[in-house]
């Protein structure tokens, strides 16, 4: 896989296409992010740090559920750092929709940080996608192209990372995920991993929990991993159609989805899909995690995500965070 990492910048568009269609496994996957963590290695924080993203890959155009995630979670007292792109096969990105909110995403890192420590929110993908395999991003997001980069993009945080949900966006792609999610809490780049895929009725895959869908989750840490079969029913969550996920048809539309989200104004299915994947995420803060008590840490974490959306908390971290990205502009 060196040979991957040093002849990307020389590669055909025929090259690059033949990449990007190639099943690779999970041996050579993590072989790669060993290569790309050489050139832009794991950083460690002074903060314990949470991040929340999927796969894409799923094609079920929903709005941006890991970003609403994300921003709700700063209002609980965790830190946020969310790992993310602009769209390749999707129509709309996480970096895509947070600029359209006025989020700057040119600032520098030690300016990141403090909003970090002060909002307890910060948006900083790594080089590693970014950069080293430009050529190959590039050309994938030209071309609409899913491919083995969106397995390597949620473990390419530049942070070492105390729990992250990855949402798996294709069937056959959870046992390859799972083999670089073991590999990646062994070697301390992330305390505590949950895979979560969703499967409705009709067939559709989602690469998050929604609230209308039953899901597969599996734990991977250290010393106890297992799988919890969710079902929103146990929830007592308001059963929609697969209609009420759906996302809009630009950036702008997505934009303004998130925003009614923080807002408290969006839809029930919209609010409680993103509290439901961020009742999850809180869960992996609890240090005795366990087959035992997931639904109970979940049912808890929801009802604190839940007020924070409710009483206004939410809406005035965001608020706060947008103001500090435009003094330091």
Request: hydrophobic share 35%; aromatic share 8%; proline share 2%.
């Amino acid at each position: 896989m060196k040979d991957l990492i040093s002849k990307v910048n020389t590669l055909s568009d025929e090259e690059k296409l033949s990449l990007l269609q190639r099943d690779f496994n999970s041996k050579e996957l993590i072989e790669i992010l060993e290569e790309l963590f050489l050139l832009d290695p794991k950083q460690e924080s002074i903060f314990e740090l949470f991040d929340c993203c999927g796969t894409g890959g799923d094609k079920a155009n929903t709005f941006n559920i890991s970003t609403a995630t994300a921003v709700i979670a700063a209002s609980t007292g965790i830190k946020i750092c969310k790992n993310g792109g602009r769209s390749s096969s999707s129509k709309t990105g996480s970096v895509d929709v947070l600029e359209e909110l006025g989020v700057n995403f040119s600032q520098s890192l030690e300016t990141k940080l403090i909003g970090l420590k002060d909002y307890g929110l910060a948006f900083h993908s790594s080089k590693a996608i970014a950069e080293i395999l430009a050529p190959l991003k590039n050309y994938a997001r030209k071309n609409k192209i899913s491919s083995f980069l969106s397995l390597l993009g949620p473990f390419t945080n530049p942070f070492i990372l105390k729990g992250q949900i990855i949402g798996v966006g294709k069937k056959e792609w959870f046992e390859i995920i799972t083999d670089i999610a073991k590999h990646h809490v062994s070697k301390g780049y992330t305390g505590k991993i949950v895979l979560v895929q969703s499967t409705s009725s009709s067939g559709q895959v989602f690469d998050e929990i929604t609230s209308i869908t039953k899901a597969k989750i599996r734990i991977i840490q250290e010393n106890q991993s297992f799988d919890f079969n969710f079902d929103p029913s146990d929830f007592q969550l308001s059963l929609e159609n697969e209609k009420s996920l759906k996302g809009g048809d630009n950036h702008h539309e997505n934009a303004d989805i998130l925003r009614s989200i923080i807002e408290n104004k969006a839809t029930i299915c919209q609010k409680e899909t993103s509290l439901i994947n961020l009742a999850l995420l809180l869960s992996l803060n609890s240090p005795d995690l366990n087959q035992n008590n997931i639904r109970d840490l979940i049912i808890g974490s929801y009802k604190l995500a839940k007020t924070k959306l409710e009483n206004g908390d939410c809406h005035k971290t965001w608020l706060n965070f947008l103001a500090f990205n435009l003094i330091n502009n």
